[in-house]
């Protein structure tokens, strides 16, 4: 057997797996995804929070969430009435400007500590960072917490006792 016979199977599946792993910015979740810049100017002029969305191209749950989470009505109302939506690839290198500072991707990762993909970040009008949440989230979850934050009840009242209070009941991990 030649090695070009090996070699160019192998070299097709990770082709293929490039191009795949390349898309991922590019499922169709529905959303308006503004860039980290003019996200904060609006914030500033309307009130709105924003929403990062921290991922790499690799994460099997970040294309999760863009492929059943982000594409829910409910998702999509609290996104459009309370948020301004913005991805960043923790791995790339574009340039980003967060509150007047221009990072790499990677390097804003670095500062946001965003060590876990996907990881939602919430910046009030300001700039200012109000909590991060890791991790894959169901619509009939993420819809509550995103309606948590902009409410600012955090600090208030726990999310799961908002959530009970919007009669519904999360399963809690006993130690």
Known sequence: ??????????LLILL????????E??????????????AQKEAKETGKKVLIFGYAD???????????????????E?????YIPVQINGESEEEIVFNGKTYKSYELAKYLRLTSYPTHYFLNSDGKIIGAQPGFLPA????????????????????????EKKGIK???DQD
Request: glycine share 2%; proline share 4%; hydrophobic share 35%.
């Open 25 to 38: 910015s590019n499922i169709k979740s529905g959303v308006e995804w503004q860039s980290l810049e003019e």
């Open 140 to 163: 009939d979850v993420f819809s509550p917490l995103m309606s948590y934050i902009s409410e600012d009840l955090f600090g208030e009242i726990s999310f799961l006792d908002y959530m």
């Open 78 to 82: 609290v996104l459009d009435k309370d």
């Open 16 to 23: 293929c797996s490039a191009l795949v792993f390349s898309q």
């Open 1 to 10: 057997m030649k090695i070009s016979q090996i070699i160019a199977p192998f």
């Open 170 to 172: 999360l399963e809690q």
């Open 58 to 76: 690799w994460c099997t749950y970040c294309r999760k969430m863009r492929k059943e989470t982000y594409p829910e009505k409910n998702v999509q």
